[in-house]
């Protein structure tokens, strides 16, 4: 089983890969966004004290959302693998999912890192914005603080698979097609 996390800024590219090796490889998408909508949306106690948190503008703590990723990945029996997406986003969140996968017998395969320039990002998320009406993606101040709270706060998750020698760096600019086909190649090698 291939246990694979995308990583990379926001405009990277990841969403859009998501689907592509979804469909390639059979995996089953953990998208955090996806899960914590899901639990709200619901009202799920997990998702109930969740939403408490985002209602005070809080973080949601890393423990429920690791609990959160633990009750929706116990749902499928013997997948093929799990894409990881959004998660993790903390050095804490990593070392718990190591953890985790560990009880399961199981392990991260590796982190495709999507690398892509600031100002590749900036104009993708201009347009993602234009196109999608998602406010966070229509202002270039806004965006630039989502660039810096990456790189302050979930940047450092890279170096935690690095030391594992887990963490692939992919260049995130090009056609989807060119992308996912090195994405493609990176995962058959193992």
């Given amino acids: 089983m291939k246990n694979i996390v995308l990583f990379g800024p926001p405009g990277a590219g ?79 969140q990593a070392t718990a999912l190591d953890r985790f996968l560990a009880q399961e017998d ?32 229509a202002n270039s101040e806004v965006i630039k603080n989502r660039l810096a709270i990456y790189y302050k706060e979930t940047a450092v998750v890279q170096r935690h698979y690095e030391n594992q020698g887990k963490y692939i760096a992919v260049n995130g600019v090009g056609s989807v097609k060119q992308i996912s086909s090195v994405l493609k190649a990176e995962i058959g090698q193992f």
Avoid at 114 to 135: A, F
Wanted: charged share 30%.
């Fill in 14 to 92: 990841k969403g859009t890969q998501s689907e592509f090796l979804v469909e390639e490889f059979g995996f089953i998408h953990l998208s955090t966004g996806d899960i914590f909508r899901y639990n709200i949306l619901n009202k799920t106690d997990l998702g109930v004290l969740a939403k408490k948190y985002m209602d005070e503008g809080r973080l949601v703590p890393d423990s429920l959302t690791i609990d959160m990723l633990k009750s929706e990945f116990v749902k499928y029996v013997d997948p093929l693998g799990f894409l990881f997406d959004g998660f993790p986003r903390t050095e804490a």
């Fill in 106 to 137: 199981l392990r991260i395969t590796a982190m495709l890192g999507l690398e892509v320039p600031d100002e590749e990002l900036m104009s993708r998320l201009l347009e993602r914005g234009k196109v999608s009406g998602r406010p966070d993606d």
